[in-house]
């Protein structure tokens, strides 16, 4: 697990969220795959993301799939 993505029972119920968020992994991927690109899911929905942090929820759901 990367140190950007949590998970913790309490936030989400338990859905992993970018590291001290409560903005979901899910809620990222989404977006990306509406065609948003970094810039505007930052701009317009995320101002507290990074673009490493959308990297890291591509990367999660990756790493996810690949078990």
Known sequence: MND???I???IHFGKPCVA???IT?????ELVRE??????IIHD???DLHP?????CIQY???VLAV
């Not at 992994?25 to 991927?29: G, K």
């Not at 065609?35 to 505007?40: A, K, W």
């Not at 490493?52 to 890291?56: G, K, L, T, V």
């Open 35 to 40: 065609g948003l690109t970094f810039t505007d």
């Open 20 to 22: 001290g968020t409560r």
């Open 45 to 47: 929905y995320y101002p």
């Open 8 to 10: 913790h029972p309490q």
């Open 52 to 56: 490493d942090d959308i990297r890291e």
């Open 25 to 29: 992994v899910q809620s990222v991927l």
């Open 4 to 6: 950007r993505i949590a």
């Open 61 to 63: 759901a990756i790493d």
